[in-house]
């Protein structure tokens, strides 16, 4: 998320601004980590995470919106395995020939502030 001086100076009309700055990702399965130190116990949870391979022409398409492909993946490495308290939200996705691209066309549904 942006801190509040970034807000001000943002030009959202720029096709390069991001509102939310994270990405969507498939979550493949959660698993539970545990070890012992001494006499404490300490358990951590993690996801295994496949993320979308972000699609570079974007041109059609306006903030929030990020455009990914449908069926096209990062490679593996470091994010693929995240703690459960990384995953920010949830989101919106529609699938979209654009292009002779599948494309996933993203908008993050945002927390709740109020009820």
């Not at 498939?26 to 949870?45: A, L, M, N, T, W």
């Not at 699938?95 to 494309?103: A, P, R, S, T, V």
Request: charged content about 25%.
């Amino acid at each position: 998320m942006l801190r509040n001086n970034d807000a001000r100076k943002a030009n959202l009309d720029d096709p390069n601004f991001k509102i939310w700055n994270s990405k969507p990702g498939r979550v493949k399965f959660y698993f539970e980590h545990s070890f012992d130190i001494g006499k404490k116990q300490y358990r951590h949870c993690f996801a295994c995470v496949q993320w979308f391979k972000e699609f570079q022409d974007i041109t059609p398409f306006r903030n929030p919106l990020s455009v990914f492909y449908a069926k096209v993946f990062k490679l593996p490495g470091a994010a693929t395995f995240i703690p459960v308290q990384r995953i920010q939200s949830r989101f919106i996705a529609i699938n979209e020939k654009h292009q002779n691209f599948d494309l996933l066309i993203v908008c993050p549904l945002l927390p709740k502030t109020c009820s």
